[in-house]
C-alpha cells in the first residue's frame, strides 16, 4: 500500500469548462456545527473505521432487502468521497467493489481532517442554474441552499 498513489482534489478547472463552481474552504474555517451535523447524519463512525465500514454496509442490506428497494446506503463518507472523484455514478458490484478500495487507501494514505475537508469541498450540492454546486464553500454564496453565508450558520439556519 505504500506505493498506492492518488492524485489530491481537484478543486480548480482551468477555464471553469466543467460548468462547475467551487470555493476550496480549510477544514478550520467551516463551522463546528456543518461538520458535526454532517457526521452524525452521514457517517457516525467516521473517525473509528478505515474508510469503509462493514457494519454499515450490511445494516444497509438487510435495511433494502426487507424494504424491496433501496432505501438507506452504506457508504462512509471516504468511500463518497473515492466515487465523487475518481468514478462514475454506475450502479455495479465492480464499481462498489473500486469504490471500498479507493476509500481504504484514502484512509492509508490522509488524516480523516484531510478526508473531512476534501469531501467539504467535493460533495455535490445540486446545480444553479446551469452549473453544478460542489462543495460548502460554494453553496454558502447561493442563497437557495443555505440562505446565508458558510460562516454565520446556526442551528436555527
Excluded: C
Amino acid at each position: 500500500m505504500n506505493n498506492a498513489r492518488l492524485e489530491p482534489v481537484q478543486i480548480a478547472r482551468i477555464g471553469n469548462d466543467s460548468k462547475q463552481d467551487r470555493e476550496f474552504v480549510p477544514l478550520d474555517k467551516f463551522p463546528a456545527m456543518l461538520k458535526d451535523t454532517l457526521l452524525v447524519v452521514e457517517d457516525r463512525n467516521f473517525y473509528e473505521h478505515h474508510g469503509v465500514s462493514v457494519f454499515s454496509i450490511l445494516r444497509a442490506l438487510y435495511t433494502n432487502i426487507r424494504a424491496g428497494r433501496t432505501v438507506q446506503g452504506g457508504s462512509t463518507l471516504t468511500q463518497q468521497l473515492a466515487k465523487n472523484i475518481y468514478l462514475t455514478r454506475e450502479r455495479s458490484l465492480l464499481r462498489k467493489i473500486s469504490e471500498a478500495f479507493i476509500a481504504l487507501i484514502l484512509d492509508y494514505r490522509y488524516s480523516k481532517d484531510q478526508i473531512l475537508e476534501a469531501y467539504l469541498n467535493e460533495v455535490s450540492l445540486g446545480q444553479s442554474y446551469n452549473q453544478g454546486v460542489h462543495g460548502m464553500g460554494w453553496a454558502g454564496r447561493l442563497s437557495f441552499i443555505f440562505q446565508n453565508p458558510l460562516m454565520s450558520l446556526n442551528t436555527t439556519k
